[in-house]
């Protein structure tokens, strides 16, 4: 099973920016198309962003042209950049490859207040 451990997560401003880092266990070309996911209390965790391995790239609508999801593979490492942060967008961040069954790592948690 492939592991993630994420991180960067902390306390924003509306209007801030953070930066989450995801490590993976595996060489990220040799699995397929990775997601970025939220989770915010009470609610069902969603898929924010993905990246393909040709580096297409698809948002969901509330993190168009604010977030951006990209890759080191270098570094075996997925990232997503967080702009024009919103209260909403309060939530804990995983990653975890599309579709698959791996165990979800701890998250990273973002929160959005003034």
């Known amino acids: 099973q492939v592991q993630y451990v994420e991180s960067g997560g902390g306390l924003a401003q509306p209007g801030g920016s953070l930066r989450l880092s995801c490590l993976v266990s595996?060489?990220?070309?040799?699995?397929?198309?990775m997601g970025w996911y939220r989770q915010a209390p009470g609610k069902q965790r969603e898929l924010v962003a993905s990246i393909s391995n040709g580096g297409t790239t698809h948002y969901a609508d509330s993190a168009k042209d604010r977030f951006t999801i990209s890759t080191d593979r270098v570094k075996n490492s997925v990232y997503l950049q967080l702009s024009r942060l919103k209260p909403e967008d309060t939530a804990i961040y995983y990653c975890r490859r599309i579709g698959s069954f791996d165990p979800w790592g701890q998250g990273t948690q973002v929160t959005v207040s003034s």
């Open positions: 595996e060489t990220i070309s040799s699995i397929g198309m």
